[in-house]
């Protein structure tokens, strides 16, 4: 199979699809590899490296694509992108459809076969290639919201793991699932306070012998939240539905009775996000205020930490990649029904369940 790997060109975005070591296996498996110059130079991987691999390299997106029957990338495809997509193309990346009509219109249109890490089930009815990314964002959500808390940082001068004589910060989070487990880690780690809402019972158990009672297990109802929320420094949204909208768990409203200075981050952004208030933000212009409360929605948080998330990416997503290649599609998928889950738009129509309701809802 052709494989293409475009630069990514989403804003201060540096991840890219493939790594060279993975191009490398790819090529000794009979693929023919092809990247876009300068696509691997966020975290290092120069082109020499890529040529070393055995993979083309391209000077430009459109020779990419053309060259292509599949795209392995890590964001969702921008506009300029989704029109190179043809009905012969097998794009392999993130989505994020849910929350993103437009984009489900162009795959639509473009007759594309696009595949979604995020709603890929492994055999363990977990969610294999969202994982990664997940952890990564988790941590970080928790660093972004200490900074954040700083004054020269928009925040109200709090140090979130306080000192001898002053109470730790109060930090909240919003499921706890890999993202929230990662947050509540990072946080317990800096000796804040820390209370973690979810809807499973059986969760919040497994998440309080995890942490043997270091934080706060509740079950998530809007009166527990907002009651926690009313204290806290800092509220740190994770809930993740997959391939559906994220439910908003914290309204407008609410914002009027949270304390002056809290921080919010929004981790479910690509999702949609947790807030009511929440709106894509970038790296490059990160927050906003609303009713003076400070929000940080970006929605490629791992972006930051390019090296670092792409090489835990591309362990999670060769095993699939390497299907696809080896097998086609239709093997691929027959051979692992949790793959298949994967399949979000196909020849004009939107296969997902999730996805199709919630793009219907807007």
């Known amino acids: 199979m052709r494989i293409g790997v475009p630069k990514e060109i989403k804003t201060l975005e540096d991840r890219v699809g493939l790594i060279p070591e993975v191009v490398k296996g790819l090529v000794r498996r009979g693929h023919e ?7 691997g130079q966020g975290i290092g991987a120069s082109d020499a490296d890529y040529m070393a691999a055995g993979a083309t390299v391209l000077p430009d997106a459109d020779a990419v694509f053309a060259f292509a029957e599949m ?3 890590v964001k969702e495809p921008q506009a300029v992108e989704v029109a190179r997509l043809k009905p012969h193309h097998i794009l392999f990346t993130y989505l994020h459809l849910a929350a993103d009509v437009p984009q489900t219109r162009g795959l639509q249109a473009s007759g594309c076969t696009a595949i979604a890490y995020e709603t890929i089930v492994g055999r363990d009815g977990r969610l294999p290639l969202l994982t990664p990314m997940s952890q990564v964002a988790g941590r970080m959500a928790v660093d972004v919201g200490v900074l954040l808390m700083l004054k020269p940082w928009g925040g109200p001068g709090v140090l979130l793991s306080g000192v001898p004589g002053v109470a730790p910060g109060k930090v909240v989070i ?3 699932g890999v993202s929230g487990t990662e947050a509540a880690r990072i946080a317990v780690g800096q000796g804040a306070d820390v209370t973690i809402f979810d809807i499973d019972p059986h969760r919040l158990a497994e998440l309080d012998a995890r942490f043997d009672g270091r934080v706060k297990t509740v079950f998530s109802t809007h009166d527990a939240i907002l009651a926690a929320a009313r204290e806290a420094d800092l509220i740190v949204g994770c809930v993740l539905i997959p391939g559906a909208s994220a439910p908003k768990l914290i309204s407008r409203a609410d914002l009027a009775q949270l304390k002056p200075g809290v921080v919010l981050v929004d981790v479910a952004i690509d999702q949609g996000g947790c807030f009511e208030t929440s709106r894509p933000t970038t790296h490059a212009d990160p927050t906003y205020r609303v009713d003076g409360v400070l929000h940080y929605c970006v929605a490629n948080m791992p972006g930051a930490a390019a090296r670092t ?3 835990a990416l591309n362990a999670a997503t060769q095993p699939y990649v390497i299907a696809l290649a080896d097998k086609g599609v239709a093997q691929a ?8 889950l994967g399949l979000n738009v196909q020849a004009g129509k939107i296969t997902h369940p999730a996805v199709e309701a919630a793009v219907a809802g807007q």
């Open 333 to 340: 998928f027959a051979d692992d029904p949790g793959f298949a």
């Open 309 to 311: 998330s792409t090489y």
């Open 174 to 176: 919003l499921g706890g």
């Open 33 to 39: 590899v092809a990247v876009e110059t300068l696509a």
């Open 71 to 73: 795209i392995v990338k």
